[in-house]
């Protein structure tokens, strides 16, 4: 398996605009998590997601963004509008069953929004 | 909330001695914790997960310990090796992660 994936490696948008951060799961993972990188913040959890469910969103910042798997082995992050704010690096992780094992990380997505 | 807590200062430590990172853990007893090692430019890599009803626990170089009393989670990596530079991320059993600590070893 080639591992998590993600896409794009890297975007630049301007401020308004919309953006979609994509992740392929590891095959036969069931739980995927979205997680915000920066300086500052660290690395904070976003949303969790178990058998293509949300279970806990209580990390998305804003209304701004959303979070889908519209089936079991691929998701999305949208950010809409975007701002200068939420310029990070942007992760996706897959684990084999809920949160009782080791999560596989993608190699993240750099948004910088001018 | 749960909290997980890291020495967000550098360690820096001379090659061949012992790297000791501190995880602590507050509002919350997590009934496991997990270690990560992270390198520039790349996602966190799983290193070691140890249970609440372990003390100890060892991969290599690599030795994690877990005190519930002082809700503390000790990292330790012996023998370090330049190569071991990166930042070390704790993480709860609900895949919060603390702050990481910066780990260099100079030769």
């Known amino acids: 398996d080639a591992g998590v994936i993600q896409s794009p490696r890297h975007e630049v948008t301007e401020m308004g605009q919309e953006v979609t951060l994509r992740c392929k799961l590891i095959?036969?993972?069931?739980?995927l998590f979205w997680y915000r990188q920066t300086m500052m913040r660290g690395l904070e959890l976003l949303i969790y997601?178990?058998?293509?469910?949300?279970?806990?969103d209580s990390g998305m910042p804003e209304d701004r963004f959303s979070a889908k798997m519209p089936n079991a082995s691929f998701s999305t992050l949208k950010i809409q509008p975007s701002e200068p704010r939420d310029s990070a690096v942007y992760f996706c992780?897959?684990?084999?069953?809920?949160?009782?094992?080791?999560?596989?990380f993608g190699q993240g997505t750099r948004l910088t929004v001018v | 909330s749960q909290k997980i807590e890291q020495n967000s200062e550098a360690l820096n430590i001379q090659e061949g001695k012992t790297a000791t990172l501190t995880c602590n853990y507050t509002n919350y007893s997590p009934a496991y914790l997990q270690w990560y090692r992270q390198d520039p430019g790349r996602g966190p890599v799983f290193l070691l997960l140890?249970?609440?009803?372990?003390k100890e626990k060892r991969k290599e170089r690599l030795k994690v310990t877990f005190d519930t009393t002082l809700k503390q989670s000790l990292f330790h990596i012996t023998a370090s090796q330049p190569a071991d530079s990166a930042t070390y991320l704790c993480a709860s059993d609900k895949l919060v992660f603390g702050a990481g600590t910066i780990l260099r070893v100079k030769s």
């Open positions: 140890i249970r609440e009803n372990e």
């Open positions: 997601f178990n058998n293509n469910v949300p279970i806990d």
């Open positions: 095959s036969g993972h069931n739980s």
């Open positions: 992780a897959s684990s084999l069953r809920d949160r009782g094992t080791e999560a596989f």
